[in-house]
């Protein structure tokens, strides 16, 4: 180990080693570990009065797609939620874009109980089918379907974003071309031990890295996985989720509440073990965010909740931008000048505190965002990000939440999708994170868009996602997927690309 004298740790880590076991590797996040965050006061209750930029955010409401598919007719399970839930909504997108031109939707069947068969038979009937269906992003038609049959309901496909995809099984990877050709095959040797489990995947902004968490018996195996060659790395790892990773780094949360998954599939209520680890302060919430670059390099803490309100589940939008957000704030992350030694920049944190009742109960009353789930998602570009927002959290709810976790779908009740520009908020260039961005629906440079769901017509976001260039934006209600058309990217300039 060496230490530099800008105060950032650095490791080299062989790249083969003994995974540790998760309980062991838990405990050891409370040790010490140094800060890229630049020095920092916490927003306070009575932040300066935003000044308005003029910006102006389109504000476009559900019922004004470009167009809208319902999925039942060509083969989407009626009333099965917990079907495509078990999938885990947080390694596997229903829906995203290929490309700017294609958008592609899948979904999971279950196949007709075949009886006793052999394991071992390579002419066994499977028990699940993934099915993919491409459209052009246009217009809806659809170019392409395939199917795929498996023995695990976890199964999905990865967009490249030039066309190309990975579909990703425990039995097998394949990447597929622009064409719809089957290029390359891989098979990944640790789901052949018996006690393997697939527990998580994060694939990074790019489309071309995906690392992969194993569970093997009471250890955590995670690989790395280029998806043009399927080449594959061990890499060390010590915690299932949050966690999002960028073509070279890794970020996770750590919370006073780590969850472990108690079984080896997904049930519909899973049962979790909560290990509860106070702030030394005894912060009623405290959460931090470890941040691991250049391949375990370069480590550290990005922020905590001590001092960035908004530090809780992180998301890369880019290799040198982080979006970090709790329930009610939502935070964005420049991370470029770290590998030269420099410290982190928090751009803005913006709050979705909108008290609509009692302000004595905001685990009721507040707009909020999932924990888990994935309800960030960037266009490949680096440029833009949407956060999928939800309503007041109600006493009274609808029997599909009570099936499901509400922290593990995009959004379980939704109020609305909210688009940022990166372009348009670094034109600015402020020292300081933006104030305009502190306050509720205030004008904020960096958000350009709101998408309303009136008169509850998604009852629940399953999937979405921007295309490439971000000026399209996808969802997956439940079977029913809509493509909405955004405000035309804006050009970096030099300094801010």
């Known amino acids: ?10 490791f080299r880590i062989p790249s083969l080693v003994f995974v540790t076991l998760i309980a062991t590797a838990i405990l ?9 965050l630049r020095g920092r006061t916490k927003t306070s209750d009575a932040a300066a009065t935003p000044q308005n930029s003029g910006n102006r955010v389109a504000q476009v409401s559900s019922d004004q797609p470009l167009w809208k598919l319902d ?5 989407y399970p009626a009333e099965n939620h917990l079907l495509q839930w078990q999938r885990g909504l947080g390694s596997f997108d229903t829906v995203n874009f290929l490309s700017d031109n294609v958008v592609a939707e899948t979904f999971v ?19 699940y089918k ?16 395939l199917e795929w049959l498996g023995d695990d309901v976890k199964m999905g496909i990865f967009p490249r974003y030039d066309g190309s995809f990975v579909f990703f099984s425990a039995e097998h990877l394949i990447l597929y071309s622009t064409d719809w050709k089957p290029e390359k095959e891989a098979v990944l040797p640790r789901f052949q031990d018996a006690n393997a489990s697939l527990k998580e995947i994060a694939e990074s902004p790019s489309g071309k890295t995906l690392e992969v968490r194993i569970r093997l018996g009471q250890s955590l195996a995670c690989l790395w996985i280029y998806t043009d060659t399927f080449k ?3 890499t060390s790892c010590s915690i299932l989720l949050p966690f999002t990773i960028s073509d070279d780094g890794v970020a996770s949360t750590i919370t006073p509440d780590t969850f472990t998954f108690s079984g080896e599939n997904r049930q519909a209520r899973p049962g979790t073990e909560k290990e509860h680890r106070p702030h030394p302060n005894n912060l009623a919430e405290y959460a931090k965010v470890e941040l691991d670059l250049q391949r375990g390099d370069l480590k550290g803490i990005l922020c905590d909740t001590t001092i960035v ?22 935070g964005l992350m420049d991370i470029s000048g770290l590998p030269g030694g420099g410290k982190s920049k928090l751009e803005f944190e913006k709050t979705f505190i909108r008290p609509v009742g009692r302000k004595s109960s905001p685990d009721l009353d507040y707009y909020w965002i999932a924990g888990l ?30 099936a499901l976790v509400p922290q593990r779908l995009p959004s379980i009740d939704p109020s609305y999708v909210d688009v940022f520009d990166l372009p348009s908020g670094q034109r600015q260039r402020m020292p300081s994170p933006d104030p305009q961005c502190d306050t509720i629906d205030a004008p904020c440079d960096w958000w350009i868009y709101r998408l309303t769901n009136v008169n509850h017509q998604f009852q629940h976001i399953w999937g979405f996602g921007l295309s490439p260039n971000g000026e399209k934006l996808v969802i997956d209600s439940g079977g029913v997927i809509q493509v909405y058309a955004l405000p035309p990217a804006t050009r970096p300039t030099a300094d801010t690309q």
Do not use: W
């Open 28 to 36: 050891a996040y409370s040790a010490p570990t140094e800060s890229f």
């Open 109 to 127: 069947t279950q196949e007709p109980d075949a009886g006793l068969q052999r394991r071992k038979d390579p002419n066994r009937a499977r028990p």
């Open 71 to 75: 999925l039942h007719p060509m083969g």
């Open 309 to 330: 309100s908004s530090c809780g589940s992180p998301t890369f939008i880019s290799n040198t931008m982080i979006v970090v957000h709790g329930d009610y704030f939502l």
């Open 232 to 234: 594959t790395e061990r």
């Open 130 to 145: 993934l099915h993919a269906i491409f459209f052009d992003a246009t217009t809806g038609a659809v170019v392409k379907t």
């Open 373 to 402: 789930g994935r309800p960030v998602h960037s266009s490949a570009n680096g440029q833009r990000f949407a956060v999928a927002v939800n309503a007041p959290r109600k006493t009274e709810r609808p029997e599909t939440v009570d």
């Open 1 to 10: 180990m060496r230490t530099h004298p800008i105060h950032i740790r650095r």
